[in-house]
């Protein structure tokens, strides 16, 4: 990436760093985030969860770590992406009693191969391949809230190259397309570049670009709006890749914009297709867990009695599906370009990953997506 410096880190084994040399957020008990004063004031290491859905999935997840902090036994950027991000979201950084240097070592991965593949973290050696950039944002994202929550300095360099693939990328329209291709922007991919991003500006490192991709990807998602609510790509779209559109861009939106008087449309769309029994089926032939994600993730940020009628529903849904083990089984959708629906290893990775991700957090103040915008 023209004008970054590569800097290839000294990355070795854990066992074998020397005390001035500790492992990523090592020693570091203490989180990140009040919502309701300072979301960057320093606060106490949190307690153990109560949450025994969540404890069973993030352990499940330390017993199947791979031996080099990795997980999955392929599209391994993409599951510790996800299991990074399941493990920030409740406000793990460091070492700890309950996971060990679980959190650490994978950190490190993302780092030493990002550094490796000059900041695409996908880890693709040349040019981005179908679906990605995906997962190059929900590496950026894992980085960031990691920033975040340790202010270990020694990923800062792949952040910014990572930043800058990002920045750079954006279509003329303020979206983005999977590839990071000049044509039109895509709102589902919008959608996760836009959550990395706004992960990035938390970090306060002040990367270049960011603010202002940001406010032209509002432009992009407000010109994809409905009369009914609904956000679409095309006029062709299927009523299951509008529902997940409307989530991820909606989500999008709340995250960023200050205002919401006029997404309420939007939040009754989803409602009026997704808020009724049955409609949060695990095991369901429509059932899409990144759908999942965004549209649960828009009802936690917007609060109130929207959260509350939803979130009975959606969490015994899941609790239900929840393996004895704390993983989750393959779905019977196959989704839209994921795994939930793969018997591998790495398909259980994925599903509990991302299970882990969505279900809601012990406090809304440990995931830093939802903390206010730096002004």
Not at 178 to 183: E, G, H, L, R, T
Request: proline share 6%.
């Amino acid at each position: 990436m023209p004008g970054l410096a590569l800097v290839e880190a000294p990355v070795v084994p854990y066992y074998e760093l020397p005390p001035e040399e500790p492992p990523f957020g090592s020693g570091v008990r203490t989180n990140v985030g009040d919502s309701e004063n300072d979301p960057g004031a320093r606060r106490p290491a949190r307690p153990k969860p109560p949450t025994t859905v969540i404890d069973r999935a993030l352990s499940w997840l330390r017993d199947h770590q791979n031996s080099d902090g990795s997980w999955g036994e392929r599209e391994q950027a993409r599951l510790t992406a996800l299991a990074v991000l399941a493990f920030s979201k409740e406000g793990w950084s460091g070492d700890s009693d309950m996971y060990g240097y679980t959190v650490p070592r994978a950190v490190q991965w993302l780092q030493r191969n990002g550094i490796k593949h000059a900041g695409r973290l996908s880890m693709n050696e040349k040019d981005w391949e179908p679906g990605a950039t995906k997962v190059h944002a929900l590496a950026l994202q894992a980085l960031a809230e990691q920033y975040i929550l340790t202010e270990d300095h020694r990923f800062v360099e792949v952040l910014k190259q990572a930043t800058a693939y990002v920045v750079g990328g954006q279509a003329a329209d303020g979206g983005w397309a999977d590839q990071y291709q000049a044509k039109a922007g895509d709102l589902t991919e919008s959608g996760w570049q836009i959550l990395a991003l706004k992960s990035v500006h938390l970090t306060r490192l002040k990367l270049p670009g960011v603010e202002a991709a940001l406010d032209r990807a509002m432009k992009f998602l407000t010109s994809k709006r409905a009369k009914d609510g609904s956000y679409r790509q095309g006029p062709g779209d299927t009523m299951r890749e509008r529902d997940r559109a409307t989530a991820a861009a909606l989500l999008g939106q709340l995250i960023w914009l200050e205002g919401r008087n006029e997404l309420r449309d939007a939040l009754t769309y989803l409602f009026d297709n997704h808020g009724g029994e049955g409609q949060l089926d695990y095991q369901g032939n429509e059932t899409d867990l990144e759908a999942v994600f965004f549209r649960e993730d828009t009802m936690l940020f917007w609060g109130g009695g929207a959260w509350s009628k939803w979130e009975h529903q959606f969490f015994d849904a899941m609790e239900k599906a929840q393996s004895e083990d704390g993983s989750w089984p393959p779905m019977a959708a196959s989704g839209y370009r994921n795994l939930q629906s793969a018997g591998d290893l790495t398909g259980t990775i994925y599903r509990t990953a991302m299970m882990a991700l969505t279900i809601p957090p012990f406090s809304m103040r440990w995931q830093p997506t939802f903390w206010r915008r730096e002004q």
